[in-house]
């Protein structure tokens, strides 16, 4: 499973660490991890994603602000989220593709930003 951690309410400007680490066999080989959002009324959208090489991608609206990272030896994708604005308030959610085939999702970590 895919257990997301971390969100809560913070004041603009403020940052949060979100965590999301995969456990079981079924997640014995992770190509990339990535983070997504949804904020109320609105679609899922990318947030952040990394491949096992590390290479790292970005939504323009997070760039700069946020940054991803990842610890292969934990199975854990970790986003650290500075400078928060309001409009970063969303449900986040972490996901995991497996064997370039499996697309696997977690529960979600509600962030809110207060301005």
């Known amino acids: 499973q895919l257990q997301a951690s971390g969100g809560g309410l913070v004041q603009a400007g403020g940052s949060l660490r979100l965590s999301c680490a995969a456990s079981?066999?079924?997640?014995?080989?992770?190509?990339?991890m990535g983070w997504y959002r949804q904020a109320p009324g609105k679609q899922r959208e990318l947030v952040a994603s990394?491949?096992?090489?590390?290479?790292?991608n970005y939504a323009d609206s997070v760039k700069g602000r946020f940054t991803i990272s990842r610890d292969n030896a934990k199975n854990t994708v970790y986003l650290q989220m500075n400078s928060l604005k309001p409009e970063d308030t969303a449900v986040y959610y972490c996901n995991a593709l497996v064997k370039l085939t499996f697309l696997y999702w977690g529960q979600g970590t509600e962030v809110t930003v207060s301005s």
């Open positions: 990394i491949t096992s090489g590390t290479n790292t």
């Open positions: 079981g066999s079924t997640f014995s080989d992770i190509n990339s």
